[in-house]
């Protein structure tokens, strides 16, 4: 799973979840011909981007290449289930990636269009939020 190496604080904190705010960056389709777009804010987890790469591997059978675009860089911390108030915060337990509306989290190439559609609709089903397929200009 994806993880980064190093950090400049090892915990951060939560944010806030202003779900209206679309995506200032990695909004195009720059690498690829077709891109996954994200229609809703969320966090995508490293197992989820590493479910939907598989997917999408696996559908691009005849050939072709695929970008991943998002990174999981911010921690998520958790407690023990049975410890008790106080102590402080919970160790790192995982890592996401913060997913805005307009973000492009997965580009393809090399293929047709009908294969990158399949593709991106069963990697669809792997994230928690409503996505789309676009494709370059």
């Known amino acids: 799973m994806l993880a980064p190496k190093k950090s400049k604080y090892r ?3 939560k944010g806030r979840s202003r779900g ?3 995506s200032s960056r990695k909004t195009n389709v ?5 891109g996954l777009k994200a229609l809703g804010w969320s966090w995508m987890t490293s197992r989820q981007i590493e479910a939907v790469r598989r997917t999408i591997s696996r ?25 008790t108030l106080g102590g402080g915060k919970g ?13 492009v989290m997965f580009e393809i190439d090399g293929v047709d ?4 559609k399949k593709a ?6 792997k994230l928690g939020f409503k996505t789309r397929m676009i494709a370059k200009h």
């Not at 720059?30 to 077709?34: D, H, L, Q, T």
Request: aromatic share 12%; glycine share 10%.
């Open 59 to 83: 559908s691009l059978t005849q050939g072709g290449k695929m970008w991943i675009r998002v990174f999981p860089d911010k921690p998520v911390t958790a407690k023990g289930e049975q410890t």
């Open 30 to 34: 720059n690498f690829g011909s077709f």
């Open 120 to 125: 991106f609709l069963m990697a669809g089903y």
């Open 91 to 103: 160790s790192v337990d995982h890592y996401v990636c913060v997913i805005k509306p307009g973000m």
């Open 113 to 116: 269009e009908s294969v990158a």
């Open 20 to 22: 209206q705010l679309m």
């Open 11 to 13: 915990k951060s904190h």
